[in-house]
């Protein structure tokens, strides 16, 4: 299983663009990365997921460098209510592999 | 998209007696599911996979004689506490996935669990 470590917090203001980075040394050949959003006492919600590159649907953005130990999740123009704890998970649930969570990185978004 | 509905969302129970969490796909089947815990300010805790039609593969250190998971169907798999006592209050949360290469997880909104 890929082990991932993200920074613990962050804050930041609105309207400025949050950058969180995970680290994922051991990847595997197969493994996608996937980030999630969590709000307190609510299930994970689903933000981007991608294999390499750049991914880029409405609500973030995802950076892979080509040796794909890392990943960076960018949210542009945040607002108060991006105030969460953030995942990235790295696996390949097609294969049968469980995802296991890492610390996640609480960010904080003041006015 | 891909939903995940969970059911209750909240529930008291007094010590000693069993509560049963239901985790349905509505939209899609879900070969896969999975079961955390997560305690306040803590990441989530793998507790066990949920495959339908068979026995469920539990985490190191998770009783499996406690935990109770059946996966009937491919839309519903449930988690029984039995016996529950103060220390198993905790938040539960069922994930589902279709099963496909690079399917993501898909997430219920939890049970939040207070045994009295």
């Known amino acids: 299983l890929a082990k991932t470590t993200q920074p613990i917090s962050m804050d930041s203001y609105e309207g400025q663009e949050v950058n969180i980075t995970c680290s994922h040394n051991?990847?595997?050949?197969?493994?996608?990365i996937t980030w999630y959003q969590q709000f307190p006492s609510q299930g994970p919600r689903f933000i981007i997921q991608?294999?390499?590159t750049k991914v880029t649907n409405e609500v973030a953005s995802l950076f892979i460098p080509a040796d794909r130990k890392s990943s960076t999740l960018s949210l542009p123009r945040v607002s108060l209510s991006d105030t969460a704890v953030y995942y990235c998970?790295?696996?390949?649930?097609?294969?049968?592999?469980?995802?296991?969570f890492g610390g996640g990185t609480r960010v904080l978004v003041k006015p | 998209g891909a939903v995940v509905s969970q059911h209750p969302s909240w529930v008291i129970c007094k010590s000693g007696t069993s509560v049963k969490i239901e985790c349905r796909s509505l939209?899609?089947?879900?070969?896969?599911m999975f079961w955390y815990r997560q305690f306040p300010k803590q990441s989530l805790m793998l507790m066990a996979t949920?495959?339908?039609?068979?026995?469920?593969?539990?985490e190191q250190g998770v009783e499996k004689d406690k935990f109770l998971i059946n996966h009937a169907s491919l839309t519903l798999s449930t988690l029984t506490v039995t016996s529950a006592h103060p220390e198993d209050s905790s938040f539960y949360i069922c994930?589902?996935?279709?099963?496909?290469?690079?399917?993501?997880?898909?997430f219920g909104n939890g049970t939040r669990l207070t045994v009295t």
């Open positions: 994930s589902a996935t279709e099963g496909r290469n690079n399917s993501p997880l898909h």
């Open positions: 051991n990847i595997a050949t197969n493994d996608y």
């Open positions: 991608g294999y390499k």
């Open positions: 998970l790295v696996g390949d649930t097609g294969a049968g592999n469980k995802l296991t």
């Open positions: 939209d899609f089947q879900a070969t896969t």
């Open positions: 949920s495959n339908e039609g068979s026995k469920a593969t539990y």
